[in-house]
């Protein structure tokens, strides 16, 4: 039995295998996505979803689905399945499943009558090529199989309905046909690796709904059209391959390729191997650039969230250097865009207090001495520095304590940046502890390698300055009295105590301004109201204004995102934190906290790590169903608890 796996009693129950869902990446921002049923609940959902150059190269969904049809002694048998209006679903093919596994790729074991079909999905890396291979495992006689592609051609943000605008004929190609319903799209080309009748049905499916949308408060119905379908006679033993694709395949080599594909596969076979492979999703390589995707479904790649993923997103790679091409692709956006010079009014456009001093964690995490480090990343890194320091921003600056100071009316600008009709939801307008310790590092750390490397212009312009940053620091942040971290100060200097985890990163960085004594306090505390088997809660439940559930509207959604939500990547820190003040004592309970999240795994998004989950137990997964910061966070640690703190047997 494969590790993770569902049986006929978990598949045919929707209210369970329609929480499930599953998702597969080309790594060149192509995925494939949708339920362990084959059902689509959301409008990001699809079998092969592809960046268009032509139209922004934002993603869009061609192919939402593929039914499955056996005809056996003159009776249809749909293995497909989707929701109509009123709960009314059709086909109902769910009802033919006997199990689920997802191993190496997807797999699903169909029994219509004494007839045995094993269905299985993969997306060939850095192509835009979805394979779907169909094997007769038995038959008492040869059967007809069709199959019927559902189209969208539309952005996954939008939905579709039926249009005259639509192009609707089709091309015959090798073994199959080519669409393209609207222009500035590819050609969608839909291939066997078998001969096949291609019997043309045009006709519009009006009305499929979406209920993961539903409940978000959007629209959720759309209409898909299908072109006809495909038919042809198996027996027991056959092997088909289908194969959609943005370009013409040579149809004798499906099934070699579908093999060669599989083969080279991390299999899920375990904890450690399915963080590895969650990790390998969120890379993507476009036009040079090599990318981590902060998560999916619908999001795209941000500073930030690359800087904190990448040392864990490292760890599953090691055949290439990809920490030194995400970071050289991140230097070159930086370098031509935020830190680069001035914008048209004088300043330099940071939206956020943060995310660039991230960049000094990401690369002290890379490996390479001092002196390496700043012959490659010396320039951007003065840069940052400067433009903190001389505050080119008008919104983020260094005042004369030597601390960061950032506020913007209206806005949000620490990474708790959930807004709801233009007010923020956590503003933390002021001095920020998180965005204050990370600059401490940032400094010490740029001095450490601008020392290695003889820079004696830089050290003698920025060597005083981690002293005066430690001594501001500890006299605005640190409340002797409540025994921790102020979360914030505002401009008049009043200290706002609501216990939030953002003073653990103060515990976990190389260069910390605080004392062993200090940070086994704050950590104390932490773990006592803010620590759950999800991660760290944003809030504590003790605080006004805390929520315990994430669900219901977009607005909803947004006021609990920081407001007790419990967030998986705060775990990475807070480990970092507790081992350092603990020590080998401090092990099991970094391992129980890790291993804990081995039963999520069939939750949400299935073999990879939710963004967040309810403060509130039990606990319900939410936000996105893979999130890049999450899986590195964790991968990070169990990859230090498997190798430098091995379990005694």
Request: charged fraction near 25%; charge should be neutral; glycine fraction near 8%.
């Amino acid at each position: 039995m494969g590790y993770i796996k569902f049986d006929k009693a978990h598949v045919v129950n929707l209210e369970y295998s329609l929480s499930r869902e599953i998702l597969r990446t080309n790594r060149s921002g192509s995925y494939s996505s949708t339920t362990i049923v084959g059902c689509n609940t959301r409008k990001y959902h699809g079998w092969l979803v592809c960046p268009v150059d032509a139209l922004g190269g934002e993603r869009h969904v061609l192919l939402s689905g593929l039914d499955s049809t056996i005809v056996s002694n003159g009776q249809s048998f749909n293995t497909g399945i989707r929701k109509y209006h009123g709960d009314s679903y059709s086909p109902k093919g769910h009802k033919y499943v006997e199990d689920f596994d997802i191993q190496d790729i997807p797999g699903m074991t169909y029994r219509v009558g004494n007839v045995y079909m094993r269905q299985e999905r993969l997306l060939v890396h850095y192509e835009e090529q979805l394979l779907i291979r169909y094997t007769i495992l038995d038959s008492d006689e040869p059967v007809k199989l069709q199959l019927r592609p559902f189209l969208s051609f539309r952005n996954v943000h939008q939905l579709t309905h039926a249009n005259l605008n639509a192009n609707t004929r089709v091309e015959k190609v090798a073994n199959g046909i080519k669409i393209r319903m609207y222009e500035g799209f590819p050609w969608l080309h839909m291939q066997l690796s078998s001969k096949a009748e291609f019997v043309p049905v045009p006709d519009w499916y009006q009305g499929v709904e979406y209920v993961e949308e539903q409940k978000r408060g959007y629209d959720y119905s759309e209409d898909l059209f299908v072109p006809g379908f495909f038919e042809l006679t198996v027996k027991k033993g056959d092997v088909i391959v289908f194969s959609a694709s943005t370009s013409e395949e040579r149809t004798a080599g499906f099934k070699s390729k579908f093999t060669r594909t599989v083969a080279s596969k991390i299999p899920r076979s375990n904890f450690s191997n399915c963080l590895r492979n969650a990790a390998q999703q969120f890379i993507e390589k476009r036009g040079g650039d090599t990318s981590i995707v902060a998560g999916y479904h619908w999001f795209g790649s941000c500073g930030r969230d690359t800087f904190i993923a990448l040392p864990g997103i490292a760890m599953a790679r090691t055949s290439e250097d990809l920490f030194a091409s995400v970071l050289d692709t991140q230097v070159r956006r930086m370098i031509g865009g935020p830190v680069a010079g001035p914008d048209s009014d004088g300043n330099l456009p940071f939206n956020s207090a943060d995310a660039y001093l991230w960049f000094f964690h990401a690369i002290g995490k890379y490996g390479l001495d001092a002196l390496q480090t700043w012959k490659r990343y010396g320039k951007p890194m003065k840069l940052v520095l400067e433009a903190y320091r001389k505050g080119s921003s008008p919104y983020v600056l260094m005042r004369e304590n030597g601390l960061i100071f950032a506020d913007s009316p209206g806005r949000a600008l620490t990474w708790m940046d959930a807004v709801v009709n233009g007010v923020p939801v956590t503003p933390r307008n002021g001095y920020a502890v998180e965005v204050n310790a990370l600059w401490y590092n940032a400094v010490c750390y740029a001095l450490e390698c601008a020392k290695a490397a003889k820079d004696k212009a830089f050290i003698k312009e920025w060597e005083h300055l981690p002293v005066k940053i430690k001594a501001s620091f500890i006299d605005l942040f640190w409340d002797e009295e409540h025994g921790y971290l102020a979360d914030y100060v505002n401009d008049n200097e009043t200290r706002n105590m609501q216990v939030r985890p953002n003073m653990v990163i103060a515990t976990s960085l190389t260069h910390t301004m605080l004392d062993k004594e200090q940070m086994k306090k704050i950590l104390d505390l932490v773990n006592r109201v803010l620590v759950t088997p999800r991660g760290l809660r944003s809030l504590s439940p003790a605080e006004e204004g805390y929520l315990g559930q994430y669900h219901g509207t977009q607005e909803s959604r947004d006021s609990a995102y920081h407001q007790g939500t419990v967030w998986p990547w705060l775990t990475g820190p807070f480990c970092d934190g507790w081992l350092r003040v603990y020590g080998e004592g401090g092990v099991s309970r970094v391992r129980k906290l890790i291993s804990g999240f081995e039963e999520t795994l069939t939750e949400a998004g299935i073999s990879t790590i939710s963004e967040i989950f309810d403060g509130d137990p039990p606990h319900a997964p939410g936000g996105a169903i893979s999130q890049a910061v999450s899986v590195a966070e964790l991968l990070r640690i169990n990859t230090l608890l498997e190798t430098k703190y091995m379990e005694k047997k």
